[in-house]
């Protein structure tokens, strides 16, 4: 009986290593609230270079309304900065619903964004975008896909 009960004894002291996490980093809603922070912020300073790097992922797909989708963080800068040279003065965007299943996750939105082209009067679109994230594996969410349309008619 002393035999079982030393095995017994020793068994219940061994002590299970603490199993390894990966970074969790903020939750899904949390992390795009935060995103459409700094995309707005990118906007209105005019910084294409620090809006990409904040916001996108380097593989990150852009798809404009008429025109075919720009790939890649260079071409998607390129893209901003040519609306913001347009005129932009402000973007506003208003999040309607989000999701998430492990490591992607979704957001519907709304904006208005703001131009006054040069030489131009004042110019206002209101339209909706769709964007789905990703966790990078530093546990922080990037855009992959963003795409967006005016709710104006075709001119």
Known sequence: MAKKATKK??????????????????SA?????????AFMKGVSAKNSQALVAAFYAPDAVLMPPNQPPLEGGENIRLALQGMMDAGVTSLKLETIATGSSGDLAWERARYTLSMTPPGGAPVQDVGKSLVVYRRQPSGQWRALVDMYSSDQPAQ
């Not at 809603?29 to 922070?37: D, F, N, V």
Request: hydrophobic residues 45%; glycine residues 8%.
């Open 9 to 26: 004894a020793a068994a219940r002291s061994v002590k299970k290593a603490p199993k390894k996490v990966a970074p969790k980093g903020p």
């Open 29 to 37: 809603a949390e992390a795009i609230h935060k995103l459409g922070l």
